[in-house]
């Protein structure tokens, strides 16, 4: 039989060949080319990105350095600041100023155009760091060191201010190790200066350093003995739990010497070895840094001040000891404080998203028998001793590199807050039937059927709630937690347990008193209904978490944010797509999937967008922004403030505002009294309003606090407010 091919000939299919080859060799090359152009357009797009951040970074084994400014565009002869950041491997340190008994200060050698000018470091209070039998004085963990730069009058817009620094510094372990980098920036210059991504980082910075003292200091020389006193007017010096000096002066006190602190009503005494420069001298001014760390109800403030002690005649009045204030409470009624605080916690606002949570998984063990719920009760509770502990570990290595943190500090994390959400959305795709997990690998929150899963379900429930839980404190809770994040490590994690007891305590009593467990409905089908429906408040903890990461980060991060919870979602419907059948790619494409949607929660950064003057502008009583100068402003108008300070993942505060704050009675109050609202956000870490809440001994939010019109003490409310506790505050300053 004759083919089509029969009546080519072979010239022709020559041809026919050399046309096929030529189609696909162009093919190919225009494939080639496409991808080229991608991957310069990337590339560019990197290196695009990258400049438009302003920060110039450089790394080496121990420490990782960047450079930024507060400006993208620096206006003709403007003062501005640069930061040097150092990020530090954990285990190791840098050097302050006067490093201490060794050890070098981090130098900066600027390299700029002529007529510039460049101040010296401005240094963080520092930390104590013992090595042996000797002290050093320096970082861990994070430090930002602040310049400010004077821009040229010679420049015009247009220009660029090219500015260049070679920073050298020693960090130090068991074995020190010099380092060195170079670092660039080019910043346009314009008419007028124009704020960066990094100026609101740069000012929390500035407003952490040493404050000038307002108190007088004088000092006494003894031999070898220098006795300090700062009359300390206005100071409770009663809750001071520690007080040193750093001296700037390398020699002038010996570092490795205890320090020993006294007090009276209104001042503080300090006994300080003379160190080898100043043992000849008669008493010369000292200068350094006066470090205060107060006990409070909520936990620990730490404040730092600049001072100078000159020579002078020293009060002979008696002082007490200073003493760890936590001793003035015994343990036992600490540890009963944490059990009824977590008790309380159940029934705070701030726990409602998990609620469902929990009421399922009660109503599950209604139909199981005494010791299948008793086990699942124990899981539970296990859950939530774990994760008390886990953030008791987490708060005793932040304070042992330095950082000071509140509860709820977590939720100040972008990164955090956006991977809290991906759980939440993958809970809930899973209560919806989207996928189902099996038993061996994580159970399906106390929803499973099969003992074994059940407990593993409790236990996860357990760990889930505190999770979510941590926003906000109860009452009794402030005192604990004011004893815990200061507290020697044992204490801490005994009190956090004992938290952590009276969270979990109505789960367990349900599981263990069986007259409760008999009043609750009997599972039946109706269950799966159920279940699906309490998805929903999963979604809306999703969405409420993604509200709160659209607040901390910028329209880059939330977008980053947004294609996350594609992918989370994309990976469940994948997952239960091919659940029935399996398959090794299943695991593949569904890993990949997840992973990518970490990297981009990892990758989310902090916006310093100000976005707290629009918000307070629209609430119903017309806020302001909080800042100490503006509070201290309208003090001196003689006008009533009310003072909220809040954050967005606080769900308690969120709670006040729609309800006490908004009410229309309130509303009417504060504009028949003139009072004035300033409201602090807390969302992301702010000094001043860390400042603001030490002041007053608290660690975390909500805190609402009126100001008398006549220049009375303030007056804190309660923390779930009521319209009356409101009113009467105000109309208290009368």
């Known amino acids: 039989m004759a083919t089509a091919h029969d009546d080519l000939s072979p010239r022709v299919l020559r041809r026919t060949r050399r046309a096929r080859r030529r189609r696909g060799f162009l093919t190919a090359l225009a494939v080639i080319l496409v991808l080229v152009a991608a991957l310069v357009a990337s590339v560019g797009l990197a290196f695009a990105q990258a400049s438009a951040t302003g920060t110039s970074t450089a790394a080496t084994d121990q420490v990782r350095v960047e450079l930024f400014a507060d400006r993208k565009i620096v206006g003709v002869g403007e003062r501005f600041n640069i930061a040097l950041r150092q990020t530090i491997r954990p285990g190791w340190h840098t050097y302050w100023q006067n490093p201490g008994d060794s050890g070098l200060p981090t130098q900066l050698n600027w390299v700029a155009p002529a007529g510039i000018s460049a101040s010296g470091i401005q240094w963080p209070p520092p930390s104590r760091f013992m090595v042996g039998p000797l002290v050093n004085y320096g970082y861990a963990g994070e430090v930002v060191l602040l310049v400010t730069i004077e821009a040229p009058a010679s420049l015009r817009p247009g220009d660029a201010l090219d500015l260049a620094v ?129 006990k409070t109800d909520a936990g620990e403030m730490s404040r730092s001040y600049a001072l100078t002690a000159m020579p002078g005649p020293i009060d002979q009045r008696a002082a007490s000891p200073l003493h760890d204030a936590a001793e003035s409470l015994p343990i036992w009624h600490v540890l009963v404080f944490a059990l009824l605080g977590g008790l309380i916690l159940n029934f705070m606002p701030c726990v409602f998203p998990v609620l469902s949570m929990k009421a399922f998984a009660l109503i599950a063990q209604s139909g199981s028998d005494r010791r299948a719920r008793r086990a699942e009760g124990i899981a539970y509770l296990s859950g939530v001793l774990v994760c008390f502990g886990a953030i008791a570990a987490t708060l005793l290595g932040l304070r042992a590199s330095g950082a000071e943190l509140g509860w709820g500090f977590q939720f100040q994390s972008p990164i955090f807050v956006t991977l809290l959400a991906f759980v939440m959305l993958a809970v809930g795709l899973n209560l919806s039937g989207v996928f189902a997990v099996e038993a061996h690998a994580i159970a399906n929150l106390g929803l499973a059927r099969s003992r074994n899963s059940g407990m593993l379900g409790a236990f996860m429930t357990g760990l889930l709630a505190v999770i979510v839980a941590t926003p906000c404190t109860a009452p009794f809770m402030g005192a604990a937690l004011g004893v815990a994040l200061s507290a020697a490590p044992s204490t801490m994690v005994a009190i956090l347990f004992a938290l952590g007891a009276g969270f979990a305590l109505p789960f ?94 990892i990758g989310i950064t902090e916006s310093s967008s100000q976005r707290v003057d629009a918000a307070a502008a629209k609430h119903p009583l017309g806020a302001e922004a909080y800042s100490a100068e503006r509070l201290a402003a309208l003090r001196g108008e003689g006008r009533i403030v009310f003072v909220n300070m809040t954050a967005a993942w606080c769900i308690t505060c969120l709670f006040n505002e729609r309800s006490t704050l908004a009410a229309e009675t309130v509303r009417t109050a504060f504009a028949a009294r003139h009072v004035a609202y300033l409201k602090g956000d807390w969302t992301q870490r702010d000094a001043a309003i860390t400042n603001f809440l030490r002041s007053f001994q608290r660690s975390g939010v909500p805190l609402y606090v009126a100001y008398p019109g006549d220049g009375g003490p303030p007056i804190v409310l309660p923390q779930i407010l009521t319209e009356a506790a409101v009113l009467t505050a105000i109309g208290a300053t009368h």
């Open 166 to 294: 070679d920073a050298n510094w020693l960090v130090c372990a068991e074995i020190c190790i010099p380092e060195e980098a170079r670092l660039t920036l080019s910043i346009p210059v314009g008419a007028t200066g124009v704020a960066s991504d990094n100026a609101r980082l740069i000012e929390r910075s500035r407003q952490a350093l040493p404050q000038p003292s307002p108190w007088r200091a004088q000092l006494a020389v003894d031999r070898d003995l220098m006795t300090m006193q700062i009359d300390a007017i206005g100071l409770d010096t009663s809750s001071l739990r520690d007080a040193y000096f750093f001296a700037i002066d390398p020699g002038a006190v010996e570092h490795a010497a205890p320090q020993r602190a006294s007090i009276t009503a209104d001042s503080i005494i300090l006994d300080i070895k003379r160190g080898d420069a100043t043992r000849a001298q008669a008493a010369v001014p000292l200068a350094g840094i006066l470090s205060l760390r107060q």
């Open 508 to 601: 367990v009593a349900v599981t263990f008193i069986p007259g409760i467990a008999r009043a609750l409905p009997r599972p039946g089908a109706w269950m799966e209904r159920l279940k699906q429906f309490l998805a929903f408040p999963m979604y809306a903890t999703a969405a409420w978490l993604v509200w709160v990461a659209s607040q901390q980060t910028s329209a880059e991060g939330f977008a980053l944010v947004l294609g996350g919870l594609i992918l989370v979602a994309f990976a469940g419907w994948l997952y239960g797509l091919t659940q029935p059948t399996g398959g090794s790619w299943r695991g593949v494409v569904t890993g990949l999937s997840l992973a990518l949607a970490i990297g981009m929660a």
